[in-house]
């Protein structure tokens, strides 16, 4: 099975990610995957494109687009042919459709045909074979200054700030509202790591029983 873990900054969905594997790995093969991909050349993706404010916008998202769909047969698509138990990715295509549209929503004139744009994007990958929708998809939500305070020792990215994270957000929430079976919202609000771990890991436990 292949879940991802979406949602803005600073939620935690890297830690939960291997809270999840740590827990869920004595009963089942469990690999964990991030976007872009933790693997030469992408190792350093993130850091150099969100770090460097010269690069165009739209350049940047076709280079994110890219690195996951290497990501997907270099790595998702063996680990599937193979039946592996279950697949977490650290952020995945639900993720590029959120923070690109808002960062490209100039380009597009407004935020809803960005959003247009790059879902029919990602949709052609998906038809073509270049790339898969996950099984599940647990959005954590959060509230946004909390987030944004909890991530001010990192370093700033072309992505950090409330409004920008705040409108990230409600992308989210809309791709959400359109594929109801595949979404997990969980708010993160009031609860820490541990116990959204747990929530996740007896719903993807509960997923694993029911396959």
């Known amino acids: ?13 890297t830690t939960i990610c291997g809270i999840l594997a740590r827990r ?9 995957v991030s976007d872009p991909p933790a693997v030469a050349p992408w190792n350093d993706l993130r850091t150099t494109l969100l770090g460097d404010r010269r690069i165009d916008n739209s350049s940047r998202a076709m280079i994110f ?11 998702i698509k063996p680990l599937l042919r193979r ?24 380009l597009f004139k ?13 949709s052609s990958c998906v038809d073509a074979g270049m790339l898969i929708v996950p099984n599940k998809t647990f959005l954590i939500t959060a509230d946004v200054r909390a987030t944004t305070k909890r991530g001010r020792r990192k370093k700033r990215t072309v992505f950090d700030s409330i409004p920008f994270q705040r409108e990230v957000q409600g992308v989210y929430l809309r791709l959400a509202m359109r594929s ?27 997923l694993m029983r029911s396959r």
Do not use: C
């Open 1 to 13: 099975m292949f879940v991802s873990l979406e949602g803005m900054d600073n939620v935690g969905k």
């Open 24 to 32: 869920l790995s004595p009963d089942y093969v469990v690999s964990v």
């Open 65 to 75: 687009l890219a690195a996951r769909i290497d990501a997907y047969f270099r790595i």
């Open 83 to 106: 039946k592996h138990g279950i697949i977490l990715a650290d952020r995945f295509s639900d993720s590029w459709l959120a923070y690109q549209s808002v960062k490209n929503r100039k």
């Open 110 to 122: 407004n935020l809803k045909i960005a959003v247009r744009f790059f879902t029919s994007i990602s």
């Open 180 to 206: 109801k079976k595949r979404f997990e919202i969980i708010d993160s609000r009031d609860r820490n790591v541990e116990e959204l771990g747990n929530i996740i890991e007896a719903r993807i436990r509960s």
